[in-house]
C-alpha cells in the first residue's frame, strides 16, 4: 500500500512548475480569496445595473430639458409676434405717411390700396431673399387689391449692393424691374457687371441702353437717397419694413405680417 510521504528534500521552482503542468493538477483557492471574488463580482453587477438605471434618468432628464426649451423658443416667438403689432408702432408725432416713403420706386399693387408696405432691403442680403422667397408672393396672393407693396434700397452690404441696386434701377426704366429683382435674388451673389449685363440679356432688354444707364451711374443718387430713407425710420439692417406706418425689422414669419396686415383692414372699414 502506497502512501503519501513528505520528502525532506526542498521544493524548487522547477518542481512547482511541473505540479501546475500536469493534467491532474488542481489550483486549491481559500475560502477568504474567493469570497473576495465574489464580492467583486457582486459589487460589478449592482454597480452596472445602477450605472444603466442613472443613465436612463439622465436621459429621460436631458429629453426633458430640451423639451422644455423648444417649447419656451415657440413661446416666445409667438410673444414677438405679439409685442410686433403692439410695441412696434412709431409715437403718433413721428409716424410717416405711407406716401412719404412711396417716392416713385417700383410697387406692385393699386396706389389707393389700403394697405401699404415699403420694403427698405438689399440684393445682397440673405435675409431679404429669405423673405422674397418664402413670404412675398404668398402676401401678395391672399391680399390681391388690398396691399401695395413698395421695393425701396438700402445697399449697406458692399460695392455690389449699390451697383446690383443701381442695375435694378436701369432695368426699371425698360419695364422689367420685379423680373429683374427676381433674376438678382436667384442668383445672389453674382454681381459683377458681366453677370448684372448678362441678366439684362436674359430678359430681352435693350442690353446698350441698359449698359450705359448702368455705366454712368444713371441711379446711385437715388441709391443713396433710398438708403437715407431707411436710416430715418430707424432701419438698422435689412430687410425693413413699414406697413401703414409700422416699423416692421428682419424677415418675419409670414404669420406675423398677415396679423399686422388684416390689423390694418381692420381698421380700414371701420
Known sequence: MQENQ?????????????EL???????TISRHTFNYFVIAVAFFVVGGIVGAAGYAKLQASTDEAIQKAVDAAFSRQEETISDLITSSDLSSSDTPEASQYVDDDPSIGPADAPVVIVEFSDFNCSYCK???DTTLQPLLDQ???????????FAILG???????????????????????DLLFANQP?????????YANELSLDTEQFT???????????VRADSTAAQEIGAQGTPAFLINGQFVSGAQPYDAFVQII???????TN
Not at 503542468?21 to 489550483?27: E, G, N, S
Not at 449692393?161 to 424691374?177: I, L, N, P, R
Open 6 to 18: 513528505v520528502s525532506n528534500e526542498p521544493i524548487t521552482q522547477t518542481d512547482t512548475d511541473n
Open 21 to 27: 503542468l500536469r493534467d491532474d493538477a488542481v489550483i
Open 130 to 132: 429669405r423673405f422674397h
Open 143 to 153: 391680399y390681391e387689391g388690398q396691399i401695395q407693396f413698395v421695393y425701396r434700397d
Open 159 to 181: 460695392q455690389t449692393s449699390v451697383t446690383s441696386a443701381m442695375a435694378a434701377e436701369c432695368a426699371d426704366d425698360q419695364g422689367k424691374f420685379w423680373e429683374y429683382h
Open 190 to 198: 453674382n454681381f459683377d457687371r458681366d453677370s448684372l449685363i448678362q
Open 212 to 222: 450705359s444707364c448702368f455705366d454712368d451711374q444713371t441711379y446711385l443718387e437715388d
Open 262 to 268: 388684416d390689423s390694418e383692414l381692420a381698421k380700414a
